[in-house]
């Protein structure tokens, strides 16, 4: 019998940073760096970066005949192809054959998928979802990323893209989306953009109310200061996170009509508003729920690091354990 | 090697009328008969009547031996548990344990699971999706059913009760749903009962406007009626399709984005609008795709006739066939 390869890399493709980690088969991150994702004009460039970074983390560990592989997340990220295709906000353009390039410079497999499937799988080996065979993951971050699993497989669709649930329209006509131009998409809502755009909105819809938040500069008005500003009792601070939950909760209604999940985890950095975000999220989630479907989905936060969430998931792509992709 | 059972018992049980029939492997229906669903106190009184129609087809061709079970679809069933539970167009209330009874009565194995799965399944088995493994039905009648097939499987989700698509909410704060009180649900707006009240909305809206559906009683305004004044060129009923295609194309769009299917398959009553209503469909749905999920799905109508899709999708529940449902 062959010596069991004892570790993987996990790397998670950011739109602003690129984040790796050497992992081993019990989810411990032994080590682990990040450089920028669009510091590289031309994807070679940044697959070197990322050897030299790696390189000496892998042999410190026995080199890469110890490795079973490489695993990674990125936006547009295509499991089936291996390809990152025309992703926003990624800088190299049009078609990336990103898994190629990287198994023939590190000598190692490399299994791609997008970067909130790989948050996903990362909840379900790692985390809180560890005994769930059906649940959502959506991380609500600069944008809003979703994984859906069912029967304890990530959902990928006929061609690698499904789960895209932050461009789902949840109010026709709504809000205009900077980058994609869609009107009314949850992303517009329920992210850290979107939630400093209804602060925006609110004061300037409201200028005779008196509020916290106006001792901040416009580009000071972030989901943070709004956060720091409810919790002072600012009132419409407080219908800031009342408005994005009602959003959040009447999308997630949807979802689970469509794939009746056990849990749905939520990541990212908004949630760090911890209750003022969950309390209206859970009840426009119930009142916009059938009879059937009432009180029995479990919403929560995520218990991992969202870094390592993400580096771990990436990782969990190639470890040789049961089916969890297809 | 023991002759392989020839024959199946499909059962569709529908608000107001269940079809059965017997179905044999190739998927020809070789009897089939119909009872009213809402004539019966006892859902036992219901199955007395179901085996005093079905035993003279069952022994018509060799009797039970012959059979390898029998293949339910109903509102509310459950695949896990056989029962059907607190179906709201049902006479029985509560929890029913049908495929229970209906194993005792008739000495045949027997599984249920909710129609527009069954109507899924038979999609599948024997119609258009035969070589697609991802893809969802929808079906335009009295109300808007769903089936979703993930890589081969119906999504059942974790309890059982997942795709009731046609309650998602596409208008928050629409028109009220009679019967389940939701607010702006596709149901609300894309079934035969949804097309009546946009009817009588904009007849009411625009009552300088003339138009062929003023001719008709407010009981004569069907999903029917309207069809025939839009083929006539009457105004008011292409913009009832018009409006029609709207809504359902921008909830498909939401689905696509969900599972990211190969095609989407359309049942039902509705359907016979044809192009009148494909077309603002198809336009809608693609309008609020992502750029990755355009001009990529097959939008089409089942070529099933619809009481046989039920009838032979039930059917399948029991053969043998490689596994397409969890």
Redesign the interface.
């Known amino acids: 019998m062959s010596a069991q390869k004892e570790y993987a890399v996990g790397i998670d493709i950011g739109g602003t940073t690129t984040k790796f980690g050497i992992v081993d088969r019990k989810g411990n991150i032994l080590a682990q760096d990040r450089i920028p994702s669009n510091a590289h004009e031309v994807v070679e460039d940044f697959i070197d970066d990322l050897h030299a970074k790696l390189l000496p983390m892998i042999d410190k560990v026995g080199g890469t005949e110890n490795f079973i592989g490489i695993g990674m997340g990125a936006p547009?990220g295509n499991f089936y192809s291996g390809t990152i295709?025309?992703a926003p906000n990624l800088k190299w353009k049009g078609i990336i054959p990103i898994a190629d390039l990287m198994t023939k410079k590190f000598g190692l497999t490399t299994k791609l998928t997008n970067d909130a499937n790989a948050a996903a799988m990362g909840e379900m080996i790692y985390g809180c979802t560890k005994t769930?065979?059906?649940f959502i993951t959506i991380t609500l971050g600069t944008g809003v990323g979703s994984g859906?699993v069912?029967?304890g497989?990530i959902?990928?669709?006929?061609?690698?893209?499904?789960?895209?649930?932050g461009?789902?329209?949840?109010?026709?006509g709504g809000r205009l989306h900077k980058s994609?131009h869609?009107r009314g998409s949850l992303e517009a809502y329920a992210s850290a953009t979107g939630v400093r755009e209804t602060a925006i909105e609110l004061l300037t819809e409201h200028p005779e109310e008196e509020s916290l938040l106006r001792n901040y500069s416009i580009n000071e008005l972030t989901s943070e200061t709004v956060y720091e500003c409810a919790m002072q009792g600012d009132n419409i601070a407080n219908r800031i996170f009342e408005f994005t939950g009602q959003i959040l909760g009447?999308s997630l209604?949807?979802?689970i009509?469509?794939?009746?999940?056990?849990a749905i985890v939520l990541f990212g950095g908004l949630t760090k508003a911890g209750e003022l975000l969950m309390k209206p999220t859970r009840r426009y989630m119930e009142a916009?729920l059938?009879?059937?479907?009432q009180n029995?989905v479990k919403l929560i936060f995520s218990e991992l690091k969202e870094a390592d969430a993400a580096i771990l998931g990436a990782s969990a792509l190639v470890w040789d354990i049961p089916p969890v992709i297809?």
């Not at 461009?167 to 026709?172: G, N």
């Open positions: 547009n295709e025309y769930i065979k059906h859906i069912i029967d497989k959902v990928l669709g006929h061609d690698g893209f499904a789960g895209e649930l461009h789902t329209i949840i109010r026709p994609t869609m009447e209604a949807n979802f009509m469509f794939s009746s999940p056990e916009n059938l009879p059937i479907f029995k297809r």
